[in-house]
């Protein structure tokens, strides 16, 4: 795509591209007319607008912003891993331009003040629409519950101690129940320390090869039942985050079956890649959930084809090169995947046949917004201009030297994917053009 443009004029047409809208892929090349920030018209074929500039998106396809519904962007506290101003820009390059950010920092976010200096930093980088969640309790000690009402007034979208599981039945119980009221969800960091205890990969076949300690999967199922359960009894909206397991994929499938109010994610890492890459120690492939066995990645990749899990969300953990060259048992969890989520779900998920582009697209955009009430993840008229343009038979090579987001901890360094961004806009303003 070439533009002679030095800045985006407040009005322009997208032509020759293929909307991706609805779950579904136009066959038929079309254009979006962008004028003031908001979409003012889209279809097939040729625009009859006269005098508007146009940018050639020949060969592109043209889809909703994407939304993230987990990131970790690391301020307060962890500025040397990312900071808002970094996340917002490897969010832009990934085409994202809504992120839920989590609240484990430092101090973690557990109060209004917190959330609105949060929104305040993503305006002011002013590349992506920032949506922090609070914590559950303060601190993310498990212990009472945060004030849920003024971090929603301040913004806040829902209520996790991410990072950590909340322990207490109670206290989630109740944590459902008033953030219902609310008209928030509770996203659930399933693990049962009883039972992962300090496990720092899946437990199986490898973990006994290698001679760590292993976390079995029972660890997560146990936790999605009790919470499954706990929102049965309150009938609020739980999110499961990071779904890893084939267990925890039957027990939301049930759940759904039965008109529970459960949503899910999975992430890029969880539908691709099994415990086998653990083989050389590399921490690149340490997380929290593991990678698992080649039955539970096929069990999460059919749950998100199938809609029982219902978006794919990155769990964005960037960590410093040093961290992660530590040894394999002392490294952190997590990994990066703003930007290469595109690229593995084309990869793995719409090269492989398990789902087409525009199921992929509608579970990074649209389904996400809906699920958290957010104003995004819509090609629409009238809607925000938030979209994203990328080229899905592009080919190339996860590096180091090509991350916009301050850490480099990626499970796919050195990989070839398929699919990359080339342009997003926030607002019909321009946040990112690959210049490769």
Request: proline fraction near 5%; charged fraction near 25%; aromatic fraction near 6%.
């Amino acid at each position: 795509m070439e533009w002679s443009w030095q800045r985006i004029p407040s009005e322009f047409l997208v032509t020759g591209v293929k909307l991706c809208r609805r779950g579904k892929l136009g066959k038929r090349k079309g254009f979006l007319h962008v004028r003031k920030g908001r979409i003012e018209g889209l279809g097939v074929g040729i625009p009859k607008v006269e005098g508007v500039p146009a940018l050639d998106g020949e060969g592109l396809i043209c889809a909703p912003g994407f939304v993230d519904l987990h990131a970790h962007f690391r301020e307060p506290g962890h500025e040397e891993k990312e900071t808002i101003a970094s996340g917002c820009k490897a969010a832009a390059k990934g085409g994202y331009t809504s992120v839920v950010t989590m609240p484990n920092t430092d101090p973690a976010i557990d109060n209004s003040g917190m959330i609105r200096y949060l929104i305040d930093r993503g305006r002011e980088a002013g590349l992506c629409r920032i949506h922090p969640t609070g914590s559950v309790s303060p601190g993310l000690k498990g212990q009472g519950m945060t004030e849920f009402g003024d971090m929603v007034n301040a913004g806040a979208v829902g209520f996790t101690d991410d990072g950590m599981p909340v322990e207490n039945g109670g206290l989630m119980s109740n944590a459902l129940k008033y953030a219902d009221v609310l008209g928030v969800p509770i996203i659930t960091h399933a693990e049962d320390k009883s039972i992962v205890g300090k496990g720092c990969m899946h437990g199986g076949y490898w973990s006994a090869r290698l001679g760590l300690v292993g976390m079995a999967r029972a660890g997560e199922d146990v936790a999605v039942f009790r919470d499954v359960e706990l929102a049965r009894s309150s009938g609020a909206h739980l999110h499961v985050a990071h779904v890893s397991t084939k267990g925890a994929v039957e027990i939301i499938r049930r759940a759904k079956a039965e008109g529970l109010r459960i949503t899910a994610e999975a992430t890029p890492h969880h539908i691709s890649l099994d415990h086998s890459r653990c083989r050389d120690y590399s921490p690149l492939f340490k997380m929290n959930p593991p990678l698992r066995e080649a039955d539970d990645v096929n069990a999460v990749a059919e749950g998100l084809a199938d809609g029982t899990i219902d978006c794919l969300a990155t769990d964005h953990a960037p960590h410093t090169d040093t961290e992660k060259e530590y040894q394999f048992d002392q490294a952190p969890f997590g990994v990066t995947g703003l930007e290469t989520a595109l690229g593995v779900g084309i990869t793995y998920l719409v090269n492989t046949g398990i789902m087409d582009m525009g199921k992929l697209i509608q579970c990074m955009s649209e389904t996400p917004a809906r699920i958290f009430n957010l104003p995004a993840g819509r090609l629409e008229e009238g809607a925000e201009a938030d979209f994203v343009l990328f080229d899905p038979e592009r080919q190339w090579v996860v590096a180091k030297d090509d991350f916009q987001s301050l850490s480099h901890n990626s499970s796919f360094l050195g990989e070839t994917l398929t699919g990359r961004v080339t342009a997003t806009f926030l607002g019909g303003r321009l946040t990112w053009r690959d210049q490769d």
